[in-house]
């Protein structure tokens, strides 16, 4: 996988190679394309602040938004929509997947909230804006049972991963929120400064062929 890294947010305690490499495994087990490319942005209250305005018409900061570039179909019957292999079939080179932007400063909030460290909960919502980027979302019970229950799954198999490398990012937490299910996201939105946001907006304007979902 070919993941960009751009770190504007001037916040220290953002490890590049940790958000690479759990945003790369999460795609190698959602079996997307080696091929794949993504972006992921770091940036700072203030940016966040305005793109959440700007895109999704909420006031205030938030975690995490996901920029996906074309509408997916995850699980669907009548075979895969995903870009990268919608890319492969059409002869294309290699695909962009979609931008993820994070905002430490809000993360950290919430990682204190919620009794673990600030990598775990970037780690955490890189994956769960991969997830985005496929095609998943929170909109319905129904959804947030399965996109909440696969981002836990792929988190925790990071873990594991990491552990068989004999490679080492952050401590894996052992917390009740440490795996959260959408309740539990909700619960600590609510206690986060600045959080209670919805898990699903509208956008009020998106770019030619671009989707943007937020945490």
Same mark, same amino acid.
């Given at each position: 996988m070919a993941i960009e890294f751009v770190n504007e947010s001037g916040y220290a305690g953002v490890n590049e190679e940790m958000l690479g490499d759990v945003a790369s495994f999460a795609l190698a087990q959602m079996d997307v394309s080696p091929e794949a490319e993504a972006t992921i942005s770091a940036v700072d209250l203030a940016t966040i602040e305005d793109m959440h305005v700007r895109w999704m018409d909420l006031a205030g900061p938030t975690d995490v938004m996901s920029f996906p570039m074309d509408e997916v179909t995850p699980g669907s019957s009548t075979g895969t929509l995903r870009p990268d292999a919608l890319a492969a079939a059409d002869g294309f080179g290699p695909a962009m997947l979609g931008d993820i932007v994070l905002c430490p400063e809000f993360a950290e909030r919430q990682a204190q909230a919620a009794g673990h460290s600030l990598g775990h909960e970037l780690a955490l919502?890189?994956?769960?804006?991969? *997830?985005? *980027?496929?095609?998943?979302?929170? +909109?319905?019970?129904?959804?947030?049972?399965?996109?909440? &229950?696969?981002?836990?799954?792929?988190? +925790?198999?990071?873990?594991?991963?990491?552990? +068989?490398r004999g490679v080492s990012y952050q401590p894996k937490p052992t917390g009740p929120r440490a795996f959260p299910s959408a309740a539990d996201r909700a619960d600590?939105?609510?206690?986060?400064?600045?959080? &209670?946001?919805?898990?699903? &907006?509208?956008?009020? +304007?998106?770019?030619?062929?671009?989707?943007?979902?937020?945490d």
């Open positions: 919502l890189t994956v769960h804006g991969v *997830l985005h *980027l496929l095609g998943y979302d929170h +909109a319905t019970p129904a959804q947030e049972k399965e996109m909440f &229950g696969l981002q836990n799954e792929l988190l +925790a198999n990071w873990y594991d991963d990491l552990s +068989a600590l939105d609510r206690q986060v400064p600045g959080g &209670g946001i919805p898990p699903v &907006g509208e956008p009020v +304007a998106k770019p030619d062929n671009s989707d943007v979902d937020d």
